[in-house]
């Protein structure tokens, strides 16, 4: 098996795997095994390099072994009982080399005879080996003499010899089934050197790191957690981890694909006459026409200098310009940082980062290491910053680093020392070079921050006319009051963070402006005096919209807008035109329908009257009833013509109303 020389870790949970060796091509071949589970991954990404040979195929073992299946047409099958005897049976026919007792013999096996012998009183069946030998001379070998310390058997028949390694090879894989065999045949002759390469799952490479103050100067230590989940140890292995999201997934290539393939019926029998058309003249006149003219032509990624990081004194000498505080807690930090001797470079590789371990890496099989990746003075500000959604009461101490390391900072958990005293832990997030961020480690109990929120919906600001619509602004306000104090004997500087909302701008800013913002927030900056407090307003608006027809706005509305300038003369003029024509039609309206009240009264009444006539006999005083019911009727229905003629020229004047409503609203002009 070829040894691993080079790996690469990925974040994304795979690895890159390098083998690499002398082959000695007498052989033709090399063996390799897998874990069942990376057989797809394998298959997919498995690439070949020679100097002086050509490969000229790979086969590999099969996703399942069945044995039975795999020996049924096997010349050689050997019972677990027995074994040596039953072999003997199989090679019957088959030309074998003995040695006994430092005697060689060679022949061919006629049989195995059982003979019997008395032993101890009682007749046994002893079994012999039955041998031609090559002068023709036949000779009976006790078996128990064959299986001494100092006798051997081989196979000289080449087939047979072929199959009992079969049988063997089989036995073994179907013992041990979670590893997979994979051969590489090759073509050439001498000793060649070859690398195989291949990607396969791997757990994601992890990064923690110690962020260290002295003084004013700030320094990062970066460890690189890797896992060896193999079978084989990495001896000295050139070790890469490269920080970034390749994409990477796995495809079933080393299961049997059976589709399943229609069934379609065959046919018995063609339903075909043998027929002649004869064809019309004029059919095959016009099929040479169109022939014809169908065939006459027609016209119609720099890659920067790597960073370079020094080992062992580098931040001692940065360390002592700076003036003696706190002698032992400066030498226990210098102390912790100069043990560490960091041999890696960083440099970018396409899209992603790689780190490069300069040092070969040993990881015994299934165990983990922690691997030096970064030691490095770097550029950080300590401050307080206040999100009330973090914490309500008090900001958090935090450091605001600038990654000129020269690496990519890969995500991971950062612990945080002011000289040798621990302060405090926290979550370092992805930062390319050049890139700033705040890193929270610990809460700061000598600020306290009270936060007063206050809302309030506002009248009407600004009335809009469109040209089918009228648009109402009103504003819907927050304030946040935020009073800082500060207990301890230092001034300070705190950080505010105001959260933006959907919809919201800030308002009267011009004494009390964010000094930043990111996507969630405006930042402000509170500088506080010892034992004082400091207060910041900060106001937000949101606006909501109004839709109205022009129609359905007030008398009193219009004046009011008028008197507080939100609509112009000219807008004034229309908004009252379009009202007293729409409460003129309104009026119209109210005639029509005061109108249709009375007619269906009446209606109602005359049904009552019909209903009556229809009960009343033929006396006289019954005649005089059924004449005033009569009568009543007839004066009725003059009125239900007068009311329906009054109705129809109403409802004419109200049709009229409203065309000229929106003669008006389409005649006046809008602004763009």
Not at 110 to 116: A, D, W
Not at 127 to 141: A, C, D, I
Not at 296 to 302: K, L, N, S, V
Not at 585 to 591: A, I, L, S, Y
Request: hydrophobic share 35%; net charge negative; with cysteine.
């Amino acid at each position: 098996m070829l040894p691993i020389n080079k790996v690469i870790l990925f974040k994304t949970g795979i690895g890159c795997f390098e083998r690499q060796g002398k082959v000695d091509l007498k052989k033709k071949t090399i063996d390799l095994s897998f874990k069942r589970k990376v057989m797809n991954d394998l298959l997919a990404t498995l690439s070949i390099a020679t100097k002086n040979s050509l490969v000229t195929g790979i086969s590999y073992e099969g996703s399942e072994i069945d044995l039975e299946r795999a020996l049924e047409d096997a010349l050689i099958k050997i019972p677990p009982e027995d074994s040596f005897l039953n072999l003997l049976k199989q090679l019957v026919g088959s030309n074998i080399t003995l040695t006994i007792a430092g005697e060689i013999i060679e022949g061919v096996i006629l049989g195995i005879q059982r003979m019997k012998k008395g032993l101890d009183k009682a007749i046994i069946n002893e079994p012999y080996l039955v041998l031609s030998e090559k002068g023709g001379t036949v000779k009976n070998l006790k078996i128990s003499d064959l299986t001494g310390p100092n006798s051997k058997l081989s196979v000289s028949d080449e087939k047979m010899n072929k199959e009992l390694k079969f049988f063997i090879e089989k036995m073994y894989t179907s013992r041990k089934k979670d590893m997979k065999s994979l051969t590489i045949f090759f073509e050439g002759e001498g000793e060649d050197e070859v690398t195989v390469t291949y990607l396969h799952e791997m757990p994601s490479w992890k990064v923690s790191y110690r962020l260290t103050f002295i003084e004013e100067d700030n320094f990062i230590q970066g460890w690189a957690l890797i896992d060896n989940t193999l079978d084989e140890d990495w001896e000295n292995i050139e070790l890469s981890l490269v920080a970034g999201l390749p994409i990477s997934f796995i495809y079933d290539l080393y299961t049997p694909n059976w589709i399943q393939r229609p069934t379609v019926a065959r046919r018995e029998k063609y339903d075909i006459e043998v027929t002649e058309y004869e064809e019309e003249m004029d059919n095959l006149m016009d099929m040479a026409k169109k022939s014809e003219e169908m065939a006459m032509p027609t016209t119609a990624t720099t890659t920067p200098a790597p960073a370079q990081f020094g080992g062992a004194g580098a931040f001692r000498a940065l360390a002592k310009q700076k003036s003696v505080y706190g002698a032992k807690d400066r030498a226990n930090a210098e102390a912790r940082l100069d043990s560490t001797k960091v041999e890696a470079k960083g440099e970018e590789a396409g899209d992603f980062f790689e780190y490069k371990i300069m040092v070969p890496v040993t990881v015994k099989r299934n165990q983990s290491s922690l691997v030096p990746i970064l030691q490095a003075k770097i550029t950080g500000n300590k401050m307080s910053v206040y999100n009330e959604s973090v914490r309500a009461d008090n900001p958090m101490l935090c450091c605001e680093i600038e990654n000129d390391s020269g690496l990519t900072l890969e995500e991971g958990p950062v612990t945080v020392y002011e000289m040798s005293t621990f302060v405090g832990e926290a979550m370092l997030p992805f930062i390319r070079q050049g890139e700033k961020r705040r890193i929270p480690y610990s809460v700061d109990l000598g600020i306290t921050v009270e936060t007063k929120w206050k809302e309030k919906y506002v009248d009407i600001h600004k009335i809009q006319l469109g040209e089918d619509y009228l648009y109402s602004f009103n504003y819907y306000k927050k304030q946040c009051k935020y009073t800082v104090k500060n207990k301890s004997e230092e001034g300070r500087e705190v950080i505010i963070e105001f959260p933006k909302e959907y919809g919201y701008e800030l308002y009267d800013t011009d004494d009390n402006k964010p000094f930043e913002e990111s996507k969630n927030f405006y930042r402000y900056k509170v500088k506080v005096d010892p034992k004082t407090q400091a207060k910041l307003l900060v106001k937000s608006r949101r606006v909501d919209k109004s839709t109205y027809y022009f129609q359905n706005v007030s008398k009193s509305d219009i004046d009011l807008w008028y008197k507080q300038k939100l609509i112009t003369d000219a807008e004034y003029e229309f908004l009252l035109k379009i009202w007293e024509l729409n409460n003129e039609k309104r009026e119209v309206d109210n005639q029509i329908n005061d109108l249709q009240n009375k007619k269906n009264s009446i209606i109602n009444d005359q049904n009552r009257l019909r209903q009556n006539l229809r009960s009343i006999g033929t006396s006289r005083s019954e005649e005089r009833l059924r004449n005033k019911y009569i009568t009543k009727l007839d004066e009725q229905e003059v009125q239900l013509e007068n009311i329906e003629a009054e109705i129809k020229e109403l409802t004419k004047k109200s049709e009229d109303l409203e065309l000229k409503i929106n003669e008006e609203i389409r005649k006046r002009p809008v602004e763009v």
